[in-house]
């Protein structure tokens, strides 16, 4: 069984910085293979993919995050990461990990909360 595992969120001045990681568990997951992604669910609004990254680390963004997160990979520890700066109120929301295609199970999410 996959299990993905997102974690540092938290509460942040708009502004500020956060650096997410999500950490893809079981063997044989074929994760450096994987184009990964970091979507995000707002309160009342449908999950969006916000950033990608592919197996040879072309990255892609949406517009609304473009040259503020920067989506990185260690494929190494089958890790994600999704650094994140010049936060915004208008992002927050509970950020998740997955392969973009072929999702795994999704995990629980990090929660993160930018102050006005």
């Known amino acids: 069984q996959v299990q993905l595992v997102e974690s540092g969120g938290g509460l942040v001045q708009a502004g500020g910085s956060l650096r997410l990681s999500c950490t893809v568990s079981a063997s044989g997951t074929s994760f450096s293979m994987r184009r990964m992604g970091w979507y995000r669910q707002a309160p009342g609004k449908q999950r969006e993919l916000v950033a990608s990254v592919t197996a040879n680390g072309t990255t892609n963004y949406v517009e609304s995050v473009k040259g503020r997160f920067t989506i990185s990979r260690d494929n190494a520890k089958n890790t994600a990461y999704l650094q994140m700066n010049s936060l915004k109120p208008e992002d927050t929301a509970v950020y998740y990990c997955?392969?973009?295609?072929?999702?795994?199970?999704w995990g629980q999410g990090t929660q993160v909360i930018v102050s006005s």
């Open positions: 997955n392969a973009v295609i072929f999702n795994w199970p």
